[in-house]
T-cell receptor, first 111, second 114 residues
Framework: DTAVSQTPKYLVTQMGNDKSIKCEQN?????MYWYKQDSKKFLKIMFS???????INETVPNRFSPKSPDKAHLNLHINSLELGDSAVYFC??????????FGEGSRLTVL | AQTVTQSQPEMSVQEAETVTLSCTYD???????LFWYKQPPSRQMILVIR??????QNATENRFSVNFQKAAKSFSLKISDSQLGDAAMYFC???????????FGKGTRLHILP
């Protein structure tokens, strides 16, 4: 069973569209994250939720809206997509300070 | 703000040889945690090794070991007996003791030459 799963793994869409990426973890972790990896492989945190509450919001445009319906799920909705949003988005979870468990990433391409 | 710097964008090593990847970081905290993550072509990030700043002994995981120099704020990764499967992006990362987020460096792409 996949510990942290993201869907979809690939997403190609036009500028201006709205899209969502879903993430689920079956590890029982309290904390979940969204990271963005750009074309140069730079990995930057976007959001973190602890037990459904937002605890980190790293100056991300408000076109990005995370939602955590329960502690096992953290979805990312993006409005009015722009070319610069093209990236790989990684979901991750952790229970303690020791390790992040990552999903396989969702590659978003905005045309 | 904390920063993590990896000064080597790419490195190559011959199979079975040893390679060291560099990482420096900047922090005003005294208690923190350092990590090396590996990202193979499959994209999924995997934890390689981790170190608590209050421990002087360098962490070791099989062929992977670190050289942690707290005063110099340096945290290098040594890979011994390099194998083809070690080819990947390697990210150095930092987490403060009171932080919920892990900050990553820009990564080093490691090539293994057969």
């Amino acid at each position: 069973d996949t510990a942290v799963s993201q869907t979809p793994k690939y997403l190609v869409t036009q500028m201006g569209n709205d899209k969502s990426i879903k993430c689920e973890q079956n590890l029982g972790h309290d904390t979940m994250y969204w990271y963005k990896q750009d074309s140069k492989k730079f990995l930057k945190i976007m959001f973190s939720y602890n037990n459904k509450e937002l605890i980190i919001n790293e100056t991300v445009p408000n076109r990005f809206s995370p939602k955590s319906p329960d502690k096992a799920h953290l979805n990312l909705h993006i409005n009015s997509l722009e070319l610069g949003d093209s990236a790989v988005y990684f979901c991750a979870s952790s229970q303690d300070i020791w390790e992040l468990f990552f999903g396989e990433g969702s590659r978003l391409t905005v045309l | 703000a904390q920063t993590v710097t990896q000064s080597q964008p790419e490195m190559s090593v011959q199979e079975a040889e040893t390679v060291t990847l560099s990482c420096t970081y900047d922090t005003s905290e005294s208690d923190y945690y350092l990590f090396w993550y590996k990202q193979p072509p499959s994209r999924q990030m995997i934890l390689v090794i981790r170190q608590e700043a209050y421990k002087q002994q360098n962490a070791t995981e099989n062929r992977f070991s670190v050289n942690f120099q707290k005063a110099a704020k340096s945290f290098s990764l040594k890979i011994s007996d390099s194998q083809l499967g070690d080819a990947a992006m390697y990210f150095c990362a930092y987490r403060g003791n009171r932080d919920d987020k892990i900050i990553f460096g820009k990564g080093t792409r490691l090539h293994i030459l057969p």
